[in-house]
């Protein structure tokens, strides 16, 4: 099977500080997803390609961590069987700040 | 049908937006009443011929009930039936109507698809609700 | 409001002719936007004179109760002038200089009472400081609001006395395209920087608001419930989300400004604007 490669994020920092080094992106609680029974509702919302399909299992799991935007959860709220959680936005705001005032990126 | 019939109609004029997807829905809407749900009570109208000034058009307008559908905020059709003096029973703006059923989604301006026919629909309905069906 | 076309009546036998001249002519001084037309040269079709008139906001000036110059915008096609009579309570004002001020007056209240309909008070004072900083990516232009900070996540952040407005930029409104419906928070609503306050959709895809900002919602855009569009029409104005009261104006930090913004919104542009979701 090909894998399909996925564009890298377009700008690696976010806020002046190293995308990879915030970590922001989707949680999948696999025992509440079902893949939306083959809709997959957030892999065709999300226009960041942040998700994948497994078909075999009927379950989504995430591709492009880093392609997720910092704070949007837009995701969350479609997801039908709530499945979706994120990390908690201030320590991630936290971390960001703590990174830039080491004067880091 | 006799002319006197046809007079008695009420009419629906959709704008003609060829740009985006909510033209070819007000149309689609449009020929969905006119011609498959209540065809008896409403019949559709050519915007064009209102800015052509098109006498028989117009004067069909002063007396009938007019509903307008309008794909986009410059309102087309309600500005064009304003100008020709016609009375509008009710505007019909697609976004509103969207709002109010966000899963109905069109697609393309080629392809509304299914959610671009559901949305005709919810706009058959809405005219109707004011109209009568 | 952009260029004004004032057209004076023709009239000369009668005081409210010349005072109506004369007040064009004052308005034309105070008022770089301001051409005063010629009711002959619009009667003649002159032109320059009908281009003048049809790109421009037209307030006619009539001398008296025969309104010649409104009649004439009128039959030129002219749907939605201003205009302002030269009544006798003003012929009888003593002083030529205060006849020509009354009337110039007048016609100053009337472009208040058309710009105040048209945005109402919900336009922050300063909206005309309109500099841009523009760049063009493909077939896109950006359009980027000099005076203004912005965040990552592509809104934008504005100064207001003690408070800050919010509200999208202009590269966001075009990733989203035409925007059909907004949700907006309640007023009072405590917000932390980064967390989703209320948000908009288009036909292509459904937008969280981010706030660039932590403190309370002092107001929320109450028009953009009949009319989303114009968060794409106008994101930098009439188009705003929330006035909001912020904890630490220090947070500001934290944003881009205008040329840092631009550089990073061109970068995000090239990858974003022409994508089919």
Known sequence: MVMMSYEETPTNTFMGVDRKKIHWWPFIDSDKCDGCAGEYDCLKFCPHRVFRPIKNLLVIEVENRYNCVVFCRACQKMCPKDAISFPNKSDVLKLIKDVRSAGGE | ?133 | MGRKYVLPCAGYDRPGGKIGREAAELLADEDPEVVVGSVAALFAERPGEVKDFRSSQVICIDGCSVKCASKLAQARGNKDMLAVEVTDSIAAIEGSEERRSAVAESVGRLYQKTISKATSDILPKDFNDSAFLIEKIDKFILKVQKSLYYSDNDFWARVEGEDVRIGASDLLQQMASDIFFVELAEIGKKVEFGDDVGGFESTKTAIEIITPISGTILERNELLENNPELVNENPYGTGWFYLLKPDDIDELELLKDASEYITYAVEKAKHELGKKV
Do not use: W
Request: hydrophobic residues 35%.
């Open chain 2, 1 to 133: 049908m006799s002319k006197r019939n046809e007079s008695q109609k009420k009419i629906v004029i959709p704008c003609s937006g060829i740009g985006k997807a909510f033209g070819t829905v007000s149309r689609e809407a449009t020929y969905l009443l006119t011609e498959e749900l209540n065809p008896r009570e409403y019949r559709k109208m050519c915007l064009p011929l209102l800015v052509v000034g098109d006498e028989e058009a117009i004067k069909l307008l002063h007396s009938s009930e007019i509903f307008t559908i309008d794909g986009c905020p410059k309102q087309c059709a309600t500005v064009s039936v304003r100008k020709s003096g016609g009375a509008i029973r009710k505007e019909i703006l697609v976004a509103k109507v969207l709002a109010a059923n966000k899963d109905h989604k069109p697609g393309t301006v080629l392809d509304i698809g299914e959610g671009g026919r559901l949305l005709a629909q919810d706009i058959a309905n809405e005219i109707t609700a004011e109209g009568g069906d």
